[in-house]
């Protein structure tokens, strides 16, 4: 069981200082991570005093079972209904919004039926604590990890030529819930030959051929938290291109992983792993960020490129450069990690030492 109730007073305590007297929080994610709430429909409003999980009645019984840390009310047809009395009753009439998520329309609504309210909107108050797991949390991520690892031991079998993208990444999906996942944690990548090349890619009805290489990026949720590793392998023997390029993405992510530590700012673990590529003439063939935030979303803060407030302990990343040879093949590796103190540690534990000849 997770600490609801103290990630909602750690969420409190924010309020005065993000200018509101409450906030409504409407991200389904951090609905979840504030009350142990999954579906498709929920609220918290959290005040300096309480928290009030909303929702309709498909989810009453539901939220029975799931919700702690926070009273439960069931609206029959409007968020707003419920919200409004409690509203009233309170002493602070700025109340935050989530405008990462709410939309205008819903807020122009929200605006419209509540006079004499004042929407503020605010920005990352949860996502920000979220950034931080608890050891709960890691160990759904390990778990994760551990299945995602598994399957990928397993699949190797069945990446033969004459096997489809569709197919394997089928059989990645299966193998993961059957192992005891929730279910993916995003649509497994399975990209052969040229369109192992296609950063997001999607899996096609394209066979494997000899030579191809083939790019698997997949993972699953455990406890609603995620896991997402990438392998690449060829189909026969490499050729000296396929093999250079697979060194020089793995001297650039074992770079990465050395320049994680606590305290670190994103974009410097970001130029470190760069650093490796560029230097092999490769930089063009390595046009996205160097990894995520990984939690109860598949993409959380910080992104590696972008984010500039520093690493800080028990958050977990992904280290994941590639180089992309359009019309030819991509190479990817990507591992999860824990930030630490000093260093981190690597959940991931698929072998990646050497391209892997099938
Ligand atoms: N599968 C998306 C990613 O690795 O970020
Ligand atoms: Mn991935
Ligand atoms: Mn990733």
Same mark, same amino acid.
């Given at each position: 069981?997770?600490?609801? %109730? &103290? *990630? %909602?007073?750690?969420?409190?305590?924010?309020?005065?200082?993000?200018?509101?007297?409450?906030?409504?929080v409407t991200n389904l994610t951090n609905v979840?991570?504030?009350?142990?709430?999954? #579906?498709?429909?929920?609220?918290?409003?959290?005040?300096?005093?309480?928290?009030?999980?909303?929702?309709?009645?498909?989810?009453?019984?539901?939220?029975?079972?799931?919700?702690?840390?926070?009273?439960?009310?069931?609206?029959?047809?409007? !968020?707003?209904?419920?919200?409004?009395?409690?509203?009233?009753?309170?002493?602070?009439?700025?109340?935050?919004?989530e405008?990462?998520t709410?939309?205008?329309?819903?807020?122009?609504?929200?605006?419209?039926? !509540?006079?004499?309210? =004042?929407? +503020?909107?605010? =920005?990352?108050? +949860?996502?920000?604590?979220?950034?931080?797991?608890?050891?709960?949390?890691?160990?759904?991520?390990?778990?994760?990890?551990?299945?995602?690892?598994?399957?990928?031991?397993?699949?190797?079998?069945?990446?033969?030529?004459?096997?489809?993208?569709?197919?394997?990444?089928?059989?990645?999906?299966?193998?993961?819930?059957?192992?005891?996942?929730?279910?993916?944690?995003?649509?497994?990548? +399975?990209?052969?030959?040229?369109?192992?090349?296609?950063?997001?890619?999607?899996?096609?009805?394209?066979?494997?051929?000899?030579?191809?290489?083939?790019?698997?990026?997949?993972?699953?949720?455990?406890?609603?938290?995620?896991?997402?590793?990438?392998?690449? +392998?060829?189909?026969?023997?490499?050729?000296? =291109?396929?093999?250079?390029?697979?060194?020089?993405?793995?001297?650039?992510?074992?770079?990465?992983?050395?320049?994680?530590?606590?305290?670190? /700012?994103?974009?410097?673990?970001?130029?470190?792993? *760069?650093?490796?590529?560029? @230097?092999?003439?490769?930089?063009?063939?390595?046009?996205? #960020?160097?990894?995520? &935030?990984?939690?109860?979303?598949?993409?959380?803060?910080? @992104?590696?490129?972008?984010?500039?407030?520093?690493?800080?302990?028990?958050?977990?990343?992904?280290?994941? /450069?590639?180089?992309?040879?359009?019309?030819?093949?991509?190479?990817?590796?990507?591992?999860?990690?824990?930030?630490?103190?000093?260093?981190?540690?690597?959940?991931?534990?698929?072998?990646?030492?050497?391209?892997?000849? !099938?």
């Amino acid at each position: 069981m997770m600490d609801h %109730l &103290g *990630r %909602l007073e750690k969420l409190r305590a924010k309020l005065d200082d993000a200018g509101v007297d409450s906030l409504l929080v409407t991200n389904l994610t951090n609905v979840r991570y504030l009350t142990g709430f999954s #579906g498709t429909n929920g609220q918290v409003l959290v005040t300096t005093s309480d928290a009030v999980f909303l929702t309709d009645p498909r989810y009453e019984a539901r939220a029975g079972d799931l919700v702690s840390g926070a009273d439960v009310a069931i609206y029959p047809t409007r !968020l707003v209904d419920a919200l409004k009395p409690r509203l009233d009753a309170a002493t602070g009439r700025r109340v935050g919004v989530e405008s990462a998520t709410m939309t205008l329309a819903q807020r122009d609504d929200l605006a419209d039926r !509540l006079p004499g309210v =004042e929407l +503020v909107p605010v =920005e990352g108050l +949860v996502e920000d604590l979220r950034r931080t797991k608890e050891p709960g949390e890691i160990d759904a991520i390990r778990a994760a990890v551990e299945i995602a690892d598994d399957a990928y031991t397993w699949v190797i079998d069945r990446l033969v030529p004459g096997a489809t993208e569709r197919e394997v990444a089928l059989d990645l999906e299966v193998r993961m819930r059957l192992a005891g996942a929730d279910n993916v944690s995003f649509d497994p990548i +399975v990209g052969s030959g040229p369109l192992s090349a296609h950063i997001h890619h999607t899996p096609s009805d394209r066979a494997f051929d000899k030579g191809d290489l083939v790019l698997l990026d997949f993972g699953c949720r455990v406890d609603g938290y995620c896991s997402d590793m990438t392998r690449t +392998v060829v189909l026969g023997p490499a050729s000296d =291109e396929q093999r250079e390029t697979y060194e020089t993405v793995l001297r650039a992510q074992l770079a990465g992983i050395a320049a994680v530590s606590a305290g670190t /700012p994103p974009p410097d673990v970001d130029a470190a792993a *760069r650093a490796v590529i560029d @230097a092999a003439g490769r930089g063009a063939g390595f046009p996205h #960020g160097l990894g995520h &935030g990984v939690g109860l979303d598949i993409h959380e803060t910080p @992104a590696m490129r972008l984010t500039t407030d520093p690493l800080v302990a028990a958050e977990v990343i992904t280290i994941e /450069p590639g180089i992309y040879n359009v019309g030819d093949g991509g190479v990817r590796i990507e591992d999860m990690v824990v930030v630490a103190d000093s260093g981190c540690d690597v959940l991931t534990g698929s072998p990646k030492d050497t391209l892997l000849e !099938l």
